[in-house]
């Protein structure tokens, strides 16, 4: 219980800010990205490869500061550094709030996680640490090719599930 309260304090309700929207405008089928690292030129890079991916891209340095981005928005790919969750665990992570989303929010967010130790697109890896996509550190510099290969092989794999559920009303 005290888990929960810990990541829900970092997005403290209060009167609302509009510059606590991380978009002012995004146009329709556009997409949106949340990157999540403390190292501030790999945040940068990040940033720019989901910008020419199309993204409108919104970067984090802190969990505190990502959290609140996620407080009214849902983001469609959201990557994070496993270091950058690590210095914020005592006040509940990033990939703690995730893990909590409610399943129908959190099936349409692609989560990436960026890693030093685990290899770059290990499912198991990935489905153990509720993550969509692993890319090793040492693999950064093929982000994009990555990443689009990761979001085609979720997109494949679900698409029998998202038609069910377009069939059911529920999408």
């Not at 993550?131 to 510099?141: A, H, M, P, Q, R």
């Not at 093929?142 to 679900?158: K, L, M």
Request: charged share 30%.
């Amino acid at each position: 219980m005290d888990d929960k309260k810990k990541s829900s304090d970092a997005i403290k309700p209060g009167p609302y800010d509009a510059s606590d929207k991380p978009f002012d405008f995004v146009e329709e089928g556009g997409k949106t990205a949340l990157v999540c690292e403390s190292d501030r030129t790999a945040r940068e890079n990040l940033g720019s490869i989901l910008e020419k991916m199309g993204y409108y891209v919104t970067k984090s340095a802190t969990p505190p500061d990502a959290l609140k981005n996620m407080r009214f928005h849902l983001y469609d790919l959201i990557m994070v550094g496993n270091s950058f969750d690590e210095k914020g665990s005592n006040d509940g992570g990033v990939l703690d709030y995730i893990r909590r989303l409610p399943m129908g929010a959190r099936r349409n967010i692609f989560v990436v996680l960026l890693s030093a130790t685990i290899r770059t697109m290990d499912n198991m890896a990935a489905f153990g640490k509720s993550v969509n996509l692993i890319i090793n550190l040492e693999n950064i510099g093929d982000a994009e090719v990555i990443v689009r290969r990761g979001i085609a092989d979720n997109e494949a794999f679900y698409e029998t599930f998202r038609e069910a559920l377009k069939r059911a009303g529920h999408l």
